[in-house]
């Protein structure tokens, strides 16, 4: 499994130590959801937290000036929730304007930013710092023949953006436009991809039809989206992809279906290669991957102007968003 899934390594707070501390996380049949929740409530916002001061630095203004915060994961089942610990962590306002998005699973990412730009686009000088981290911990298990899979995908990460409308003058610099963004639900898949809250943890289940369905979904849902922003006949090749990461067989079903060249995805690739399935997280890395590479480039004119930020989580959902290159 690890050999075809086109992952080298994963990053996960959970290990031998920790085990040996509370066996109950690795013997199913002993209740282990109230030390899960303990852990993760530390140690989420803190990994949120590292991920937020980069984004933080690299944007170039005092945390102060963030009016609005959006935490996405699945890993907290308690309130106050990790987004009001990462606001204290980070030394935000009291007055920050708080959302947090529990269980949205690999697109909360995606559901993440698409709140933040309406919020930014609706709200004269917002700057919203989304923050996505997750720790499989909470919902990992004794492996068996239908959790295995999962167990390859899956590894802990914590990813952080700031969004904003009008950029000032002082320096800031916009990486990417998201120009439009839509969620679609696929009819009738509600029971094909979900999580839920037991006595042993979160129980995540992935029918092995989830890769199926996106490739015969995801043509039209992107045609809906380019249409939305006046381009009615989209070439596909002439577009900069970042996709969620889900698996393997995610990223395969998409070029295939959308006939993509091979270095359309390799942001995803890379990304799945060295981190594994971050869940909502990905996506953060994926932009970053993609922002590196630009940066590589040396004919800024040959870069594509427009792109597309696709995400899938339980429902089943996809979440597009047209970006635009701000050459």
Not at 123 to 142: D, P, Q
Not at 250 to 272: F, G, T
Request: with cysteine; hydrophobic share 40%.
């Amino acid at each position: 499994i690890g050999h075809k899934s086109g992952i080298e390594k994963r990053y996960i707070h959970l290990d031998a130590e920790l085990i040996s501390v509370h066996p109950e996380i690795i013997d199913k049949h002993l209740p282990s959801l109230e030390t899960r929740v303990d852990i993760v409530a530390t140690e989420v916002p803190k990994l949120a937290e590292s991920a937020a001061r980069k984004a933080i630095a690299e944007w170039g203004r005092p945390a102060t000036d963030i009016t609005h915060l959006i935490f996405s994961t699945y890993s907290g089942c308690r309130a106050p929730s990790a987004d009001l610990q990462l606001a204290s962590l980070l030394g935000l306002r009291p007055s920050v304007s708080r959302t947090i998005l529990s269980l949205h699973g690999c697109s909360g990412g995606g559901r993440a930013l698409q709140l933040a730009k309406e919020i930014a686009e609706n709200n004269r000088g917002a700057r919203v710092l989304v923050a996505c981290s997750e720790l499989t911990l909470i919902c990992f298990s004794t492996p068996d023949e239908s959790k295995i899979i999962g167990h390859g995908l899956f590894g802990d990460g914590a990813g952080a953006v700031i969004v904003g409308a009008d950029p000032s003058a002082d320096g800031e610099c916009p990486l990417f436009e998201m120009v439009a963004a839509s969620q679609t639900m696929i009819p009738g898949t509600e029971h094909t991809l979900g999580m839920q809250a037991t006595s042993s943890g979160i129980d995540f289940h992935l029918s092995i039809q989830v890769p199926t369905l996106i490739k015969d979904n995801i043509h039209q849902c992107l045609l809906d989206a380019f249409r939305s922003v006046g381009n009615t006949d989209p070439n596909w090749n002439d577009l900069f992809w970042a996709v969620h990461p889900g698996g393997r067989a995610i990223l395969d079903n998409i070029e295939d279906k959308l006939q993509l060249h091979p270095c359309k995805l390799a942001a995803s690739r890379q990304v799945l290669s060295e981190y594994g399935n971050m869940s909502g997280a990905t996506i953060a890395f994926v932009l970053d991957e993609l922002r590196r590479r630009r940066e590589k480039e040396q004919d800024i004119q040959q870069q594509p102007e427009w792109g597309v930020l696709l995400a899938f989580g339980p429902g089943v959902t996809i979440e597009s968003i047209v970006l635009r290159n701000p050459l």
